[in-house]
């Protein structure tokens, strides 16, 4: 291991910059420092990982929304990203808006809108008629009041081919634009939008992304582009605010097999602190084995960790024997 560090005239600085050099050495060779110094250690490890995976709180993409009013947060499963967007719906909105979930077999129509069966009154059978999707409805109720913002929130959101169920309304969806954009339907969906769709102003789109799912395909790039994206990481505050002391340390010493071997694809599938906020003891064990073994196993099966498979098979087998 080779490291360069230049002294400047801050001595606690230097003392400091030393001290993470000298820890990250020993710890590479398996060597735990006194116990009069495992506090620092435990500091100067901790904000090693709050700067490899920093903090994303709510107000800041509350913000975001609404400058850009298109945002999608992504970030490995159990961090949170669901629960920050209902939390966002129900405070940041006052509960104005809606939740929708995207899934393989979502279609333009159940999004956009289109021709759906509708009975015929007094009559045998049924005709089609044109009905409105999620979109429409969510960009329909948020023009009936103008004076709120209205957020549709479209969890699982690359379960689904976004862009082929965006269709022609991907031209909607560009924050900065200068001009009032519309596109042209083909059948008259009734008020507000008959023949023309538009989305108003007050109408925010948030979508949250599970990036250790490979089973979908990758958002493409004229969706990316027209969407800030926001990723949201584990938390080592979290765990140490709720998780036991098995927790905690299962969390750290998973984390730092990632740091340490993982590439950037694989970085983003490292497990989020939801699986390590047990605060008992005994039910900590047992839920690392039936919560987390299964998600690691995963992995292993899928090769999402192939460049670094044996330090997870010995985590895992670490995992069976508590």
């Known amino acids: 291991m080779y490291a360069l560090y230049c002294p400047t005239d801050n001595r606690a600085g230097t003392e400091a910059a030393v001290t993470a050099f000298l820890d990250l050495l020993f710890e590479e060779r398996g060597y735990q420092p006194l116990g009069s110094s495992l506090a620092s250690y435990e500091s100067i490890r901790g904000d090693w990982f709050e700067h490899l995976m920093p903090g994303t709180e709510r107000p800041s993409v509350a913000n975001l929304l609404s400058a850009r009013r298109y945002v999608i947060i992504q970030g490995p499963p159990g961090t949170g990203k669901t629960m920050m967007a209902t939390d966002l719906l129900r405070e940041e909105y006052q509960g104005c808006g809606r939740t929708i979930q995207f899934h393989p077999n979502t279609t333009y129509e159940n999004f956009i809108g ?27 109720e948020a023009c009936a009041d103008p004076s709120h913002n209205y957020l549709l929130h479209i969890d699982e959101v690359n ?9 022609e309304a991907i031209f909607l969806l560009e924050s900065a634009s200068t001009s009032d954009r519309r596109i042209s339907l083909p059948y008259d969906f009734g008020k ?44 080592m505050s ?77 985590y895992l087998q670490m995992l069976k024997s508590l």
């Not at 007094?122 to 429409?136: D, N, R, T, V, Y």
């Not at 379960?159 to 269709?167: C, E, H, S, V």
Request: charge should be neutral; aromatic fraction near 10%.
């Open 114 to 140: 289109g021709l759906a069966p509708a009975s015929i009154p007094g009559g045998m059978g049924f005709s089609f008629s044109p009905a409105p999707g999620s979109l429409m409805e969510a960009a329909a």
């Open 159 to 167: 379960r689904a081919d976004l862009g082929k169920i965006l269709g």
């Open 192 to 235: 507000p939008f008959h023949r023309t769709f538009f989305l108003p102003t007050n109408l925010h789109i948030l979508g949250t992304m599970n990036s250790a799912d490979r089973s979908i395909a990758i958002v493409d790039v004229a969706v990316r582009r027209r969407f800030a994206f926001v990723s949201l990481w584990p938390r």
């Open 238 to 314: 979290v765990v140490e605010q709720h998780g036991c002391p098995t927790m905690q340390r299962a969390f750290k010493e998973l984390v730092s097999i990632f740091i340490e071997h993982a590439a950037d694809d694989a970085f983003a599938l490292v497990p989020g602190h939801s699986y390590f906020l047990e605060s008992d003891e005994f039910r900590a064990k047992q839920s690392l084995r039936v919560n987390l073994a299964p998600l690691l196993e995963e992995y292993l099966a899928q090769g999402y960790v192939s460049g670094f498979a044996e330090p997870i098979r010995g």
